[in-house]
């Protein structure tokens, strides 16, 4: 009954892969995130989705490209891996695009570059 | 831009105990959101305690309250009766328009028995 669940928990891949995590809600939200957490735990915000509609792009590298093929999943895949996308990246939902709406996460997607 | 400050990088407290855990944040909004949410070591991101800058009311959900003072741009998250299951990093986050989460760098806070 898992409410925001992404796919795989863990990835270890080398410099130059291309790779896709992917996140899917069962909670009916309209809205979808992703967000990096770096080895100091700061995290921030790389993309929002709304309907299938990119509403938020923090200026990311163009290497990494969100897809949203239904309002209930967020994929993101990520071209030419460096070793500074090693992170953990957590997909989150909220219901609409209102402001205020609390965001739900996923367990979070850690990454390893070598 | 916005921005969030977690002045205290790690804090301790025993079980029982309450601690209160600071946060400020810098805007020029009048009406926005503010979060505290917990990461343990499982690293889910779970949500605590949710606050709407525009009610006076602090939140409150069972052992843990926020006092949250508008004027000052804090908002603080006090833990009563402290478990050892509170043992986490806690980030503070800001929500502005649109629904970007504005992030705190967190703080770890450790629960002794």
């Known amino acids: 009954d898992t409410a925001v669940s992404q796919t795989p928990k863990y990835l270890v891949t080398q410099m130059g892969n291309d790779k896709s995590i992917k996140c899917e809600q069962n909670l009916g939200h309209d809205t979808m995130y992703w967000y990096k957490q770096d080895s100091k735990k700061f995290l921030k915000i790389m993309f929002s989705?709304?309907?299938?509609?990119?509403?938020i792009n923090e200026t990311v590298p163009n290497r990494f490209s969100p897809k949203s093929p239904d309002k209930a999943h967020l994929n993101l895949h990520i071209n030419s891996l460096e070793l500074g996308d090693s992170a953990v990246y957590f997909c989150a939902s909220s219901q609409e695009l209102a402001g205020g709406e609390t965001q739900y996460f996923g367990p979070g997607t850690r990454l390893l570059v070598l | 831009a916005q921005t969030v400050t977690q002045s205290q990088p790690e804090m301790s407290v025993q079980e029982a105990e309450t601690v209160t855990l600071s946060c400020t944040y810098d805007?020029?909004?009048?009406?926005?959101?503010l979060f505290w949410y917990k990461q343990p070591p499982s690293r889910q991101m779970i949500l605590v305690i949710r606050?709407?800058?525009?009610?006076?009311q602090n939140a409150t959900e069972n052992r843990f309250s926020v006092n949250f003072q508008k004027a000052a741009k804090s908002f603080s998250l006090k833990i009563s009766d402290s478990q050892l299951g509170d043992t986490a990093m806690y980030f503070c986050?800001?929500?502005?328009?649109?629904?970007?989460?504005?992030f705190g760098a967190g703080t770890i806070l450790r629960v002794k028995s």
């Open positions: 989705y709304n309907n299938k509609e990119l509403i």
């Open positions: 606050q709407e800058a525009y009610k006076q």
């Open positions: 986050a800001f929500m502005e328009y649109g629904n970007k989460l504005v």
């Open positions: 805007t020029s909004e009048n009406n926005y959101y």
